[in-house]
């Protein structure tokens, strides 16, 4: 057996399947029960996720969700369903892939088996003692989860901070994307953009990036544009190859490539919950980036201050912050100021190569839109739209369509993507199915009723329906189903108890009227009972 462990020590379940889009760094598909497939161990569930790593004593966490139906997402599952099936995912003593510590040794699947499903056939499937299991594998609510935050860059360089401020900055070199002290660091390269005539333009945009986790001591990740193929991934300086086997798993990170109407991306999931989605757009490279709360007030750099607080993106390495009101040209000045240093570098340079060979602190973009000629404008605002920027500006500078239409797309993706993680689902927590009941839900969410109802032969107690507030706790009381030839029993016993405590109080109340009647008869009229 196992107690409920710390909130800490596994991440919580998203409450919804359009909050678990966010996760793909912290959570990855369970084989056993993916989109309807399978599902043997969790039949009254369409999908399930586990997490991707083991936490600090080798435990997993196990989400499971119901079918998005009629355009609104599947919802987390509690372990079993009003009617009885078993649904939800549990805490796993052991992670499947195996936890190696001083602390704690875990050896990949055979501990899972172990300590977590050979309990479940002893208990749910071999007895009827499922109930037990559930006490001590609890199945998470969803009621401590707080979404991450994304970020996302594209086309000649358009950036989205953590705190959702937008900008252009388009300098020519490699700089500090994103830096958590003792944690993670990413860095871009940057390169002079290419026109639709062939000639450089007067913009820049993303070549190649470089990341790695230092809390997980993860492997180094340098993904780069390539004539010979869409990306080339390196791990440590050397080239991987994933034409065999697209994902792959290495020291504190996950990779893989897809290609999904020929666009390649490469999908990098760190141990510390990290996520980072690289995308070729021809010759260049774009991302979206998910960072989980725990990292707040942790980040410097490109992508701003992660404090829901977007006047001090701009803050510069100095600690000093620069007005969100700059113009095109303070902000390429701002930018330049998180250039790399040979010593900070973490790209690999192939021979003949080195950093200062990538940098270009001369060059000076284009800041005044005034200057582009009207009949460019009105061809960008046809193919844009009027409200789509980042499209316009890359359109206006290099007049390639396909690639300004990639950055609007990018940025409707990021939209999505912000909406989701600013979603805010108030839940209740999962309501315990009465022995001998049932009860009909469809989620635990705000808002949200709960009716009960119990079997044949049983009579209900408590509340037979129970609604989710806004302040996350549940209307009326607990329900239980009591057999009606107990509830019999009971009434007869107080009947019993009613009967003989008013045969007692008849007999009190005489006693008293004697013993009033006696002091009387006695002549002591000063005397009281």
Known sequence: ?????????????????????????????????????????????YHCVRSRTAS?????????????????????L???????????????????????????????YLSHFKEDVLPFFYCCEWSNNCHKYSDVRYTDDCSEYEPPRPAVTMGDPHITTLDGTQYTFNGIGEYTVINIEDSFTMQGRTQQAIDVWGSPSPASMWTAFVMKSHSG??????????????????INGQIEQFDDLPQQEFNGVDVAITEVANT??????????????????EDSLQFQMVVPEKFRLQTQGLLGNFNDQQDDDFQKPDGSIMSLNSSLAEIHDFGQLWQTTPNTSLFTYATGESHQAFQNPDFRPTFDFEQVDQETKDAG????????????????????????????????EYLVMFQQSNKTVVTCGFLETPAHGSQQAVDYFSGSTVTFSCDEGYGLQGSESRTCLEEGIWTGTQTTCVSDSDE?????ILATIGAVAAVMLIVMIVGVICAIRHCRCSGKEGMTV
């Open 264 to 281: 390649t991306s490469a999908h990098i999931s760190f141990a510390n919950g990290i996520f980072i989605k690289v995308t070729s757009v």
């Open 217 to 234: 001591h993860s492997d180094t990740v340098h993904v780069a544009t390539n004539e010979r193929q869409p990306l080339q991934v390196l």
């Open 78 to 108: 509690p372990f079993r369903l009003g009617d009885g099936q078993l649904a939800g995912g549990t805490y796993d003593r052991a992670h499947v892939k195996g936890h190696f510590s001083l602390s704690s040794v875990k050896i990949p």
């Open 56 to 76: 600090a004593s080798g435990g997993g966490q196990q989400c499971c969700y119901s079918k998005p139906k009629g355009g609104e997402p599947g919802v987390i």
């Open 1 to 45: 057996e196992v107690s409920k462990p710390p909130a800490e020590d596994v991440p919580a379940c998203p409450c919804d399947t359009d909050q678990l889009a966010l996760e793909t760094g912290t959570f990855e598909a369970d084989d056993a029960c993916n989109m309807g497939s399978g599902c043997g161990f969790h039949p009254g569930a």
């Open 381 to 412: 605002v046809l193919l844009c739209g009027e409200d789509a920027f980042e499209c316009l500006f890359d359109y206006v500078t290099t007049g390639r369509e396909s690639f300004a239409l990639a950055s609007k797309r990018a940025n409707d």
């Open 488 to 492: 019999g029993i009971a009434l007869w």
